[in-house]
């Protein structure tokens, strides 16, 4: 049977049987039988997610996002990816990208722009799902020994094309994507106590064994040792280790493979504090052999130095009301804090690293500052790294834009060669900057920055950090050799906060708040030709001559509206006049408002100027095809009021929609080809019935109202919109004057001279048809 085939009940029956096939699967340990039957030790969970509708991509917000949160002890994680589109002609072969990352959402970057300077970026694990004969795709990705804790998927179609569609016009395909977690665990896993020999037995090649160890805070380094190898069949031994969890788009799992009895290690700096550390063993030996082995872990502590809390709480609220009574003041304050100096002086090569208290702020969603309790300032030496905690482990701190400034202050060191190393790492810190100088811990590459007397500031921007503890580790090292920082200190002032835009998107972009589901993040939406994360990419940006051009064209170009307007005023058409009126007036100034660029004026508010363009074109409209049928005044003004009222409440239904503006369109005509029809009919010959009328008015009039509609509908896009548009406006207007139907025989026309009768009154006697004979 063909894949995707089928009436929708059989092929969810299909699909409903897989699932239970491969939970069947994933309950049973690998290498066993379907007659063994499932092992208790694990537990297989199922999570989905209801399918999304995918879009071309333009900007992050066109990526359809997926959030799923992965269990402790997972020792194998499946994703069933499932696209599928619609069957009409105007679907086509289609390539879809799906991306993966752990612990927060992929960035991407499907269009190739530039990110903001200092910004890092590293790229997200992706794979393609092709769409061509079949109508569905199933696709499967499997994850051993995945980390535990939040995961994000993001799926996109290519690029947009920039073609604006009319809604409702055309009826574009569906292409839907949906997202299935499978998930094995184990429920016993054995846990290794620190210092404290286990031994453990590998059953056989195909079951590998999981145990868990928990780092400590404050852990500088481990070390794994695996002892007393020995194998059932008294063989030479032959196993590897794996040390950590999978995590995307970068893994840095340990891996060491160790043969024979001599006994291998592994030693590990800076592990992640406070986290379980999964170890996996598994034998490469023969398939009935099982292998015994002993295994260690120990851990080197790291002991911090750092002002008391209470002290630094205290010296805050003293700095806020004042002594207390019974303090010595100001000398009292001086000698403790001389004391405490000379203290930490005299104490701090026994410490290996400085802790400075930092305080959270929350501001805002995704909007937090950190502030530092003994100032903006921190004092960095070269005896030992200082280092500053910044939470971001609520889980809703991963979808926006980390940003740590360091500005040096230049008077605080005395040495030309000396600069001050920082590392910025998540879940553990880096505590030999002056050593290695690399950024780096056991399982994660952290981020450099280094500010020095020539070049006093750094900035780095972290998009979407991941959900954890990140840690900002500062000091001081010398080129020249270290002995000469032993008795400098630096001051560096250190600035840090999270905010959903990196400087708010910039003055060519909206900084715009998504949701899935509970989880919010941000993203950037970029105009007048910029682009980028952060719209900082000026490759295709328009110049401010441009955008003068484009304000000028689309605000302009409703000035055609005057002609029409002096044709209704000159033929006694005032309502229509003053329909267009209004229609010049709010198209004008929303275009003026509705500019991407810097070249922008809002006279009121954004929306209320595009509901009274759009209110006062479709108006237009049905008041010129209702002038043009010729029916009774009464009538005529009846269905003016009548049908503005129910365009007016549709569009409140719909803005967009293409039926605003093709329903009244089509009713108006079906009341003028019924008028005309009639007049015809009574009179006996074709109405209109002056050739002149439909060669010189009628006929211009339709094929500009033909062509305006074609503009409209069939050659806008983003980047020629400004003229496109422009034409649409001079077209309609254009249109208007020549359809616009002659003043009634027994008006005449405008003549002030023959209306000014009288000189005290502006009047026209009519005294004398209340005895007219009708």
């Not at 094995?184 to 290794?192: E, G, I, Q, S």
């Not at 979808?399 to 500005?407: N, Q, R, Y």
């Not at 108006?668 to 006996?684: D, E, P, T």
Request: overall charge positive; hydrophobic content about 40%; aromatic content about 10%.
């Amino acid at each position: 049977m063909a894949r995707g085939g089928g009436p929708p009940l059989r092929r969810r029956l299909l699909l409903l049987l897989l699932q239970l096939l491969l939970l069947q699967l994933l309950a049973l340990p690998a290498g066993r039988g379907s007659r063994a039957g499932p092992d208790p030790m694990y537990v297989s969970e199922y999570f989905s997610q209801s399918a999304q509708k995918l879009s071309f991509y333009s900007w992050y917000g066109n990526a359809k996002l997926f959030h799923f949160h992965v269990p402790e002890e997972t020792v194998l994680l499946r994703w069933l990816l499932q696209a599928s589109r619609g069957k009409g002609p105007e679907c086509t072969d289609m390539e879809i990208t799906v991306h993966f990352r752990y612990g927060a959402p992929p960035v991407i970057n499907p269009l190739g722009t530039r990110f903001p300077a200092n910004a890092t970026v590293r790229p997200s694990y992706n794979i393609s799902i092709t769409l061509s004969r079949a109508v569905q795709n199933t696709t499967f990705v499997n994850i051993t020994s995945p980390a535990a804790g939040d995961w994000f998927i993001a799926a996109h179609l290519p690029e947009a094309a920039g073609r604006i569609e009319v809604k409702g016009f055309s009826t574009p395909c569906p292409y839907m994507f949906q997202v299935d977690m499978f998930v094995l665990r184990l429920t016993d896993m054995p846990v290794l106590e620190p210092g404290v020999a286990v031994p453990q037995t590998v059953v056989s090649p195909a079951k590998p064994l999981h145990v868990k160890v928990f780092v400590p805070k404050h852990a500088a380094g481990m070390q794994f040792e695996l002892r007393r190898c020995v194998t059932s069949e008294r063989k030479a031994c032959a196993v590897r280790v794996v040390l950590g969890s999978i995590t995307l788009p970068q893994s840095f799992q340990k891996i060491i493979t160790c043969t024979g009895n001599v006994n291998c290690s592994l030693a590990l700096e800076s592990p992640p504090w406070e986290k379980w550390l999964q170890i996996m063993v598994e034998s490469l030996g023969p398939a009935n052999a099982s292998v015994s082995v002993e295994m260690l872990a120990s851990f080197t502590a790291c002991r911090p130095g750092s002002t008391s809390s209470f002290l630094n709480f205290s010296s805050l609220n003293q700095s806020q009301t004042g002594p207390r009574p019974g303090s010595t003041g100001a000398a009292g304050s001086s000698t403790l804090s001389t004391t405490e100096a000379s203290h930490n002086a005299s104490g701090q090569r026994s410490f290996c690293l400085q802790n400075q208290p930092v305080v959270r702020e929350d501001l805002d969603v995704v909007s937090v500052r950190y502030r530092l309790l003994n100032g903006p300032s921190v004092p960095v030496n070269n005896l030992s790294p200082t280092l500053l905690l910044l939470s971001l482990n609520t889980g809703m701190d991963s979808g926006g834009s980390l940003v740590i400034s360091l500005l040096l202050n230049k008077t605080s060191v005395n040495l030309a060669n000396a600069s001050v190393v920082a590392c910025v790492s998540a879940a553990s810190p880096v505590l030999s900057l002056n050593a290695t100088h690399n950024c780096s811990t056991a399982f994660f590459q952290g981020y450099p920055l280094s500010v020095s007397t020539s070049s006093a500031e750094a900035t780095l921007i972290v998009l979407y950090p991941q959900t954890d503890d990140w840690f900002l580790s500062l000091q001081l090292t010398c080129l020249k050799g270290q002995g000469q920082c032993n008795a400098a200190e630096a001051k560096v002032t250190v600035f840090a906060y999270l905010t959903p835009c990196f400087n708010d998107c910039g003055p060519y972009g909206q900084c715009s708040l998504l949701r899935r589901h509970g989880y919010l993040y941000a993203g950037c939406s970029c105009k007048a030709g910029w682009g980028g994360w952060s719209c900082t990419d000026d490759a295709k940006a328009q110049s401010v001559s441009v955008q003068n051009l484009a304000t000028l064209l689309l605000t302009l170009s409703n000035l055609m509206f005057l002609p029409a307007i002096a044709v209704a005023i000159y033929r006694y058409y005032l309502v229509e006049a003053s329909v267009y009126t209004y229609t010049m007036f709010f198209s004008t100034f929303y275009h003026a408002c509705d500019q991407p660029g810097i070249v922008v004026l809002c006279i009121m508010d954004y929306d209320t100027l595009q509901y009274c363009d759009f209110l006062g074109s479709v108006v237009s409209i049905w008041v010129t095809i209702l002038c043009m049928s010729r029916v009774k005044k009464i009538l005529k003004y009846v269905l003016f009021v009548l049908g503005t009222l129910l365009i007016a409440m549709s569009l409140q239904l719909d803005r967009r929609g293409v039926w605003n503006m093709m329903g009244p369109c089509l009713f108006a005509l079906v009341i003028m080809v019924a008028a005309w029809v009639y007049h015809g009919v009574k009179r006996r010959h074709c109405y209109p019935s002056s050739w002149k009328r439909w060669v010189f008015y009628l006929l211009p009039g339709i094929t500009l109202a033909f062509i305006a509609i074609s503009v409209y509908a069939f050659m806008e896009t983003n980047e020629n919109y400004y003229y496109t548009h422009s034409i649409w406006h001079v077209l309609v207007a254009c249109s208007v004057a020549f359809l616009l139907p002659p003043r009634d025989k027994h008006k005449k026309p405008w003549a002030w001279s023959q209306k000014l009768t009288c000189r005290y009154q502006i009047c026209q006697n009519d005294r004398e048809e209340l005895y007219a004979v009708t």
